[in-house]
């Protein structure tokens, strides 16, 4: 049974067409909870109806079936270049060099933005661009399904992608109307397709000559039909759910870190804090340079950390506002009109930094000139990209040089519940005690929070503690969590991390909003000059991790507690007040040849939570991943399985026992690929399936010798006749037997819940003839044969209609 060739009229065939839209533009919104808005849908719902109306409208010209799929891909390249192309089409519609160009850039930022976005991801054209190709193609593809090939039923296996894909990325997986909405559109084609095909053996009909057919009614009963396909159905949306739901998210997976906003499908920037490594690396390379007019040398933050967990410092958990954009940047939070402020121009040039975090200083108020889409974070004014990358950029920004007095910042009163985010306050329960005790003895003597913050300082800075970026991997507390800081307050040994880290934590123990910030040092001068300005310098060695306490009415103010590292601002020396103000270079940037990271990715100093991952947690998270695709791809083995309970379960009940095995076995037979044709008579279709090698005797054997498949194959045929013609051969001729009218009759199921003990034991006899003769069918295939029966099973396609076969003309 091949698929079906039956010619459908322009109306049918569009009829197919529109239920086949229908169902991708009810699946395509199950990606509702990725994506932000709802502009994606609609560019992906033009490239759809252009690929599947233009399908439509060839077939409706009579263009040849296997030009039709290349024709739409045709169609998909034109409504593509109509919604991206731009000036570079002709006519808007027709793409030139130029247009392939737009679209290598636009595939090129797309890849980007599934590297960096975090759900639900800003729609930038990129990434709307990237949706529009993959629904063209499934469209395509569902298309060549349903149209081409008339396997309607098939059209489930594309439909997933949009369905499960949501349950990768976000806990709760697509939404529960999308997924109803769905199953329901899926039925619906199911439907038609049904309706269609009957109309068109309606119409194939009327070619045919007059021979005598005996076949089941053309019209099932509603219920059989509606309830297969219900189940059908069921069991797609069931299998959808429940892997939707088994599949862990990447939001919660291991496979790219936890505790944040997952990124779409690879790892971007960590938020977690993992300098250590990186500053053990010894090869430095170039970062980025800047020209500050006005002799400007701030730090550069690359990603502000708030939350600590265990022994993790995180970003907070906050997704990508596609509002935010570089020409509506804020002021910074808490910053009062009586501070002193002076705006800053800086150009920037990067060089060999790449990363979705931009290098700015904190506080800036403008930022321009850098290409892609680029976002700012709520409170920490951390700028991102989600199509972009900084390699190569050049922009200007203007920088707000806060500058406070002491007398303002010794004022500052306790930070209001909704100043700052809950996060920058959190410490747990089971601090470790020598944190609590040395923040205390630090601060004993404290008048203010500010003298507190500075007695801190003062205390990590001393001499009692060494900076060293080997003691903590010798001694292993390497990392900002809390037993690390424990262990580095008694070993008195660290690099920036646990610096930044322990102030940071004790700046929360005595009541100061706090966080870390992660970026750069300001760098060196170089032999360069632009405009007669000189040119600062940046590289791996300058990678930094530092904190930022918040004092209300100034707002975010950076602190430098390692020794021998970047600048410590005047306003937090213990004699602030009595210097003239400046910032005061205390060392070097760092020792020569100590740090540096390849390639100069800052992405590496951020961490990409791989190392703290354990082999269990990665195989038990690929293991799941693997489970949910072998479901999949074991749908149709599970559909046909319940298929083939349910005849069985047909032959045990008497609901017409012998129709049930045959399906059945012809079914089997359709499964393995053997030809088998409704048009001929059951003893006829009975002769060839008996000329498989699985009912073929031993050679050895005597001639002439039945095997005891054979035997059941026959038996089974029987039956069949005996069950569908019995009663009409009786009555015209008076010569069926009692017994033979009684097994006629038995095809009804019993009444009362009483079962005779003989026709019991003939069911029990015809399932076992059933499953000796379906054991010869198979044991007659090749191994491919068989595996294919089992995954592929090819009577579930719409056009494998199972038929009783003609009744035998006399003497066959």
């Given amino acids: 049974m091949g698929p079906d060739r039956l010619p459908l009229t322009r109306a049918q065939s569009l009829a197919l067409s529109g239920a086949s839209l229908l169902l991708l533009l009810v699946a395509t919104t199950a990606l509702g909870p990725l994506i932000a808005s709802s502009g ?10 252009a690929v599947i109306g233009g399908g439509a409208a060839l077939r409706a010209i009579r263009t040849p079936p296997s030009l ?144 005598p057919v ?40 291991f496979l790219v870190g936890t505790g944040g906003p997952a990124t779409l499908f690879a790892r971007g920037v960590s938020p977690y804090v993992d300098l250590g490594r990186d500053l053990r690396r010894p090869e430095p390379v170039p970062a980025f340079s800047y020209v500050s007019p006005e002799g400007e040398r701030p730090y550069f933050t690359l990603l502000t950390v708030e939350r600590l967990e265990g022994q993790v410092w995180s970003a907070s958990e906050r997704a990508v506002d596609g509002d935010h954009t570089l020409g509506t940047l804020p002021g910074p939070d808490g910053l009062a009109d009586d501070v002193l402020v002076e705006p800053k ?58 500058q406070p007095d002491v007398a303002q910042l010794r004022s500052a009163r306790a930070a209001p519940a909704d100043a700052v985010a809950e996060t920058t306050r959190r410490l ?32 990590l800075r001393g001499s009692e503690f060494e900076y060293s970026e080997s003691a903590p991997v010798a001694e292993g507390y390497d990392g900002g969590g809390f037993e690390s800081i424990a262990a ?34 300001s760098g060196t001068p170089g032999d360069g000059r632009v405009d007669g300005e000189v040119v600062i310098e940046v590289d791996s060695h300058d990678l930094h991790a530092w904190p930022e306490l918040y004092f209300e ?15 410590v601002p005047d306003y937090t020396r213990p004699n602030a007040g009595q210097d003239t103000p400046g910032v005061v270079p205390t060392g070097p940037a760092a020792t020569p040849g100590a740090t540096g990271r390849p390639e100069g ?144 009759a038995a095809a009804a199921a019993p009444t009362g819940g009483e079962v005779d003990a003989v026709e019991h034991a003939r069911r029990a006899a015809l399932l076992a003839d059933l499953a000796a003769a379906s054991d010869a069918l198979r044991d007659g295939a090749s191994s491919a044969r068989r595996l294919g029966a089992v995954l592929l099973p090819a009577s579930l396609r719409p056009s494998a209609r199972v038929a009783l076969g003609r009744p035998a003309p006399p003497g066959e």
């Fill in 553 to 567: 009415g100034v707002g975010w103010v950076p602190f430098e507690p390692t020794p021998g590292r970047g600048s």
């Fill in 68 to 211: 039709v799929p290349p024709l739409e891909l045709v169609a998909m390249l034109l409504a593509l270049t109509l919604l991206f192309g731009g000036a570079t089409s002709i006519a808007l519609i027709i793409p030139t060099p130029d247009t392939f160009a737009v679209f290598g850039e636009l595939t090129e930022g797309a890849r980007r933005t599934i590297e960096q976005q975090s759900v639900p991801a800003v729609p930038v054209p990129a990434l709307v661009f990237a949706i529009a190709v993959g629904v063209g193609l499934i469209a395509v593809f569902l298309d060549l399904l349903v149209q081409t090939v008339r396997v309607p039923a098939l059209a489930a296996i594309p439909m997933l992608v949009p369905v499960l894909v949501p349950g990768l990325f976000v806990a709760d997986g697509a939404e529960a109307p999308a997924i109803v909405l769905t199953a329901a559109a899926y039925l619906l084609l199911l439907r038609v397709d049904v309706r269609v095909r009957r109309a068109a053996e309606l119409l194939q009909e009327d070619d045919r000559d007059d021979a």
């Fill in 428 to 459: 747990p329960d089971d601090l470790p005690p020598i944190i609590t005790e040395t923040a205390a003895s630090v601060t004993a003597s404290a008048a203010t929070r500010y003298d507190a913050a500075v007695a801190i300082q003062a205390y």
């Fill in 601 to 744: 990715d800052p992405d590496r100093a951020l961490g990409d939570g791989a190392a703290a991952r354990s082999v269990g947690e990665q195989t038990a998270q690929l293991a799941m991943i693997g489970l949910a695709v072998a479901l999949v791809l074991l749908l149709p083995a599970m559909v046909r399985a319940g298929v083939r309970v349910g005849r069985r379960g047909r032959v045990r009940s008497g609901d017409r026992p012998a129709d049930a095995a045959w399906r059945e076995l012809l079914a089997t037979a359709v499964d393995l690929g053997l030809p088998v044709d409704p048009r001929r008579t059951v003893r006829g279709l009975t002769a060839e399936l008996a000329a498989r090698p699985g009912f073929a005797a031993d050679p050895d054997s005597p001639p002439g010798e039945r095997t005891d498949a054979l035997a059941a194959l026959e038996r089974v045929r029987d039956a069949v006749e005996r069950e569908r013609y019995g009663r009409v051969r009786g009555a015209g001729s008076g010569g069926a037997s009692p017994g033979t009218a009684r097994l006629g």
């Fill in 40 to 49: 994606w849908w609609w560019a992906g719902a033009v490239v759809a109806l």
């Fill in 488 to 521: 580095f307050l008694d070993q008195r040994a660290g690099y920036c991390v646990h610096f930044a880290s322990t102030m940071a934590v004790m700046a929360r123990e005595v009541g100061i909003p706090s966080r870390i910030s992660i970026g750069y040092t």
């Fill in 214 to 253: 005996v076949s089941a009614p053309r019209r099932a009963p509603i219920v059989s039909t509606m309830g297969a396909s219900l189940g059908l159905a069921a069991i797609g949306l069931v299998a959808a759910s429940v892997i939707a739901a088994a599949t862990p998210s990447v939001s919660t997976s």
């Fill in 345 to 402: 121009p800086i150009a920037v040039q990067v060089d060999q930094v790449r990363t979705a975090w931009l290098p700015v200083p904190y506080p800036s108020s403008e930022v321009s000139g850098v290409t892609g889409s680029w976002f700012w974070d709520q409170g920490t004014l951390n700028v991102r990209s989600v199509d972009s990358t900084t390699m190569g950029q050049q922009y200007r920004l203007t920088h707000l040089d806060v």
